[in-house]
């Protein structure tokens, strides 16, 4: 049962959403002008305000602030005759968690009084976002987060090879941050206070990102009516972070290892040797060993770029880092759009755990940009977030399974939602079963069960070789 506040100045239609919302077994408090309701707000305790538009003295969308001041935390529903967008955008940028045009349709203000109640009771989970210094926020942008072991063996080779002279290539799939990690070599490094200087190799065709890299001389092409510095030139001692290295050209690639080797490079259309002391960081999404199987990547290249090599590991295989990451967006986000969105609701939590994120941090960080964005208030909750997401990690529902199913049928059915719910990892799926990994191996063998995005776990334990079960005798 919860208490509500129905502010409207219509004495009829105040009494018939009491009686309706009496029926509906809630507390109901009426007020026929916005004083009187900020009064009845800031005396009782109210769970949600329905608020008319059209009052006398002080509309409802200009007392929309002074609602807020009184009860912050206690959702607004606002009821109107206008349909047009102005007035919609200036009521849920002032506040209000619901929009109700007139003629009210009942159904629809039911809804909206249901939804709204259940997204502010949910149970939740608040981040610690602190306030940032403001000459801190820029380098903040680019911190890197997490706890899990694979994240701390990452710092502690940071802090090993900062300030030493060589090359670094960063491995991992895409969004996982690639560059990030890239910036916090430069800002750990005696290097910090020269340029960081980031290249795409695969956005400019191989012309144009020749003269990028090198920089070319007056009239050296087409077009070239100035002599044009490099990014090589730009990045003197500072770092060059080239992106999706293993999309260069072979001409580049040759190019490029004469930097590397002989810390020299001539720009284009020019005769002058000119001297690099810019530090190399590569990052690629690539195999590049398979690539240099293939010959499409020189070997030689490849060893000198990966003097040091850090992999960064994709989402799935770093939960743990989930939360802290989260915490660590949420706080960019909310700055860039000046927000105050700082907490969770326990369904979202368990959503974004049960999600194989294959488009890793970045996807992360859409999917929150998109949260902030909509949140009304200061809480992410289910209805937020999308639904490919949300009904991940849902494995208790009814399945909808006809009475006459099989219990052969029963386990294939329940063991394949299990196998799911883990992104076929099986060791996980065996703890939430309570059966051994070899009887799981045996089950899916049986139903000639596939994981359908061919990612199943493959991990390999002792109990695999060790664990056994009694044989089934008959009679």
């Given at each position: 049962m919860s208490s509500l506040l129905i502010i409207d100045d219509d004495i009829a239609i105040c009494r018939t959403l009491q009686l309706h919302y009496t029926s509906l077994s809630h507390q109901v408090i009426t007020a026929h002008s916005v004083n009187d309701g900020l009064l009845a707000a800031a005396s009782n305790?109210?769970?949600?305000?329905?608020?008319?538009?059209?009052?006398?003295?002080?509309?409802?969308?200009?007392?929309?602030?002074?609602?807020?001041?009184?009860?912050?935390?206690?959702?607004?529903?606002?009821?109107?005759?206008?349909?047009?967008?102005?007035?919609?955008?200036?009521?849920?940028?002032?506040?209000?968690?619901?929009?109700?045009?007139?003629?009210?349709?009942?159904?629809?203000?039911?809804?909206?009084?249901?939804?709204?109640?259940?997204?502010?009771?949910?149970?939740?989970?608040?981040?610690?976002?602190?306030?940032?210094?403001?000459?801190?926020?820029?380098?903040?942008?680019?911190?890197?987060?997490?706890?899990?072991?694979?994240?701390?063996?990452?710092?502690?080779?940071?802090?090993?090879?900062?300030?030493?002279?060589?090359?670094?290539?960063?491995?991992?799939?895409?969004?996982?941050?690639?560059?990030?990690?890239?910036?916090?070599?430069?800002?750990?490094?005696?290097?910090?206070?020269?340029p960081y200087v980031a290249v795409n190799c695969a956005a400019l065709v191989e012309s144009l990102l020749e003269s990028d890299l090198f920089g070319h001389e007056k009239g050296a092409f087409t077009g070239a009516i100035n002599k044009h510095p490099g990014k090589f030139s730009i990045a003197e001692n500072g770092t060059l972070f080239l992106d999706e290295v293993g999309e260069l050209s072979p001409a580049i690639q040759a190019k490029l290892l004469r930097v590397i080797q002989e810390k020299e490079y001539i720009p284009v259309g020019g005769t002058n040797v000119i001297k690099s002391n810019a530090r190399i960081i590569a990052a690629t999404n690539n195999d590049l060993q398979e690539k240099v199987k293939l010959g499409l990547f020189r070997e030689d290249l490849f060893y000198r770029l990966q003097v040091v090599n850090i992999n960064i590991p994709p989402l799935r295989e770093r939960k743990e880092d989930l939360m802290d990451l989260i915490q660590n967006l949420l706080g960019r986000i909310n700055r860039e759009m000046s927000n105050s969105v700082c907490r969770l609701s326990m369904e979202v939590i368990n959503s974004f755990n049960g999600y194989r994120w294959p488009g890793n941090v970045r996807e992360l960080e859409n999917v929150l940009t998109k949260a902030v964005a909509l949140s009304p208030t200061d809480t992410i909750t289910l209805d937020l977030i999308p639904e490919f997401i949300s009904e991940k990690h849902v494995i208790n529902s009814d399945p909808g399974i006809p009475v006459q199913t099989s219990l052969e049928e029963m386990e294939k059915i329940h063991v394949a939602r299990v196998l799911n719910f883990t992104n076929w990892h099986k060791g996980e799926s065996c703890k939430i079963l309570g059966i051994s990994r070899p009887r799981l191996r045996r089950i899916i063998k049986q139903h000639n069960m596939v994981d359908p995005c061919g990612t199943e776990n493959e991990e390999v334990d002792i109990e695999d070789f060790m664990e056994t079960e009694p044989l089934e005798h008959s009679g």
């Open positions: 305790e109210i769970d949600l305000i329905i608020l008319d538009n059209q009052m006398p003295i002080k509309s409802g969308l200009e007392s929309l602030p002074d609602f807020r001041e009184v009860v912050p935390n206690i959702p607004i529903i606002m009821i109107t005759a206008y349909h047009d967008m102005e007035t919609t955008i200036a009521a849920m940028q002032n506040g209000a968690d619901d929009y109700i045009h007139k003629p009210v349709d009942i159904n629809e203000l039911d809804q909206a009084v249901e939804r709204t109640l259940i997204r502010s009771n949910e149970e939740n989970t608040k981040l610690s976002i602190p306030e940032e210094d403001s000459n801190k926020v820029q380098k903040n942008n680019n911190r890197m987060a997490g706890h899990s072991t694979a994240m701390r063996e990452i710092y502690k080779t940071i802090g090993l090879i900062a300030n030493k002279p060589i090359n670094v290539l960063i491995t991992g799939e895409s969004g996982t941050g690639k560059e990030l990690v890239a910036k916090a070599i430069h800002e750990s490094s005696n290097r910090s206070e020269g």
